[in-house]
């Protein structure tokens, strides 16, 4: 399958005007995303997001490298036909309602369709703004900026959302409500490219994580894998002899459990582990690998010194 959004060896250096000092805002970055996806775009602030973002849209140009979006340049009319951007920091007409704000964005896309009516309808009921129609953009709460933000994002039916803080400024139940509106589009299979520093809520719903820091790609790959390598392993045993706490299972977690004893332990540990219960006459009544979260991860990551991997 055709990969909906491709960086290759992407480096983008900022030069001070009159001066020769430069700034490199993302260095040698590479990463794949495919089609009917939730890729999640991470990174701390200054880490080179809203850089990528920004030549990914086709804003301005890498220094370096090669991006593509449906095998196109970025800013190819093709290629902008099938993306529904959202950035972090818009803005909207106060003075319009969405009928007209949206009536508006289709204008500016080039579009008037006989049914335009019926489609702004379906999408205010889509991001459940219904029943506001009459309401001016000014008096609405942040969410509902937001979700008419995503309306106007979906207005020609793209196959690629880029999102940029989709849920920033939101109250918990705005959040939910938008992270709801994610799910259903991607359960229609739409693709959606994502920034956010919301990571529980963002691992509800991407496939694959992307982590950039210092401008350099430090992790990418699909999310349950991530979460899934290098931690630790649970085994559930029926009784622990003494001794093997202080060899094989030296430095585990022991604590009880339901029927018996839980022996949390490094992963590259565990067949040592399992044979020296068995070896013990001990009987393993189960073992599970124990899932990270998206955000142990992701400052596992970031806390380390630079370097691309």
């Known amino acids: 399958m055709a990969a909906v959004i491709e960086f ?17 805002a993302l260095s040698d970055v590479s990463f794949e995303m495919e089609s009917g996806h939730v890729c999640a775009f991470l990174g701390p602030n200054g880490a080179g997001k809203t850089t990528s973002i920004s030549m990914l849209m086709g804003f301005f140009f890498p220094t370096s490298g090669q991006i593509r979006v449906f095998g196109r340049p970025p800013g190819d009319l093709a290629a902008k036909e099938q993306i529904g951007f959202l950035p972090e920091n818009f803005a909207f007409h ?15 896309a080039g ?7 019926t489609l702004i309808a ?17 008096r609405y709460s942040r969410g509902m900026v937001q979700r008419i933000g995503i309306a ?3 207005l020609c039916d793209p196959q690629l959302l880029v999102l940029d803080e989709p849920t920033s400024g939101l109250d918990p139940a705005g959040r939910r ?15 959606i490219f994502l920034s956010s520093h919301i990571l529980p809520e963002v691992e509800q719903i991407a496939d694959h994580v992307v982590i950039i820091n210092r401008g350099k790609m430090v992790r990418a790959g699909n999310l349950r894998d991530l979460l899934a390598s290098g931690g630790q392993v649970e085994i559930l045993a029926d009784r622990v002899p003494d ?14 459990a339901q029927n018996g004893l839980r022996v949390l332990i490094d992963g590259s540990r565990k067949r040592e582990a399992v044979e020296a219960l068995w070896a013990a006459g001990c009987d393993v009544i189960a073992m599970n690998p124990q899932r990270s979260t998206l955000e142990e991860l992701f400052l596992k ?6 370097g691309a991997r």
């Open 94 to 108: 106060k003075f319009l309602t969405a009928p007209k704000l949206l009536r508006f964005h289709l204008q500016l």
């Open 152 to 154: 106007q994002a979906l």
């Open 243 to 256: 001794e093997l706490r202080q060899s094989a299972l030296r430095g585990a977690s022991i604590e009880p």
């Open 8 to 24: 290759q060896r992407v480096t983008k250096i900022y030069r001070r005007l009159f001066s020769e000092e430069q700034l490199a």
């Open 111 to 117: 579009r008037n369709p006989g049914g335009a009516d």
């Open 122 to 138: 379906g999408l205010l009921a889509k991001v459940k703004l219904n029943g506001y129609e009459n309401l001016k953009i000014g």
């Open 177 to 191: 409500e938008v992270l709801h509106l994610l799910a259903e589009l991607k359960a229609e299979g739409k693709t």
């Open 301 to 306: 990551e970031v806390d380390q010194p630079g």
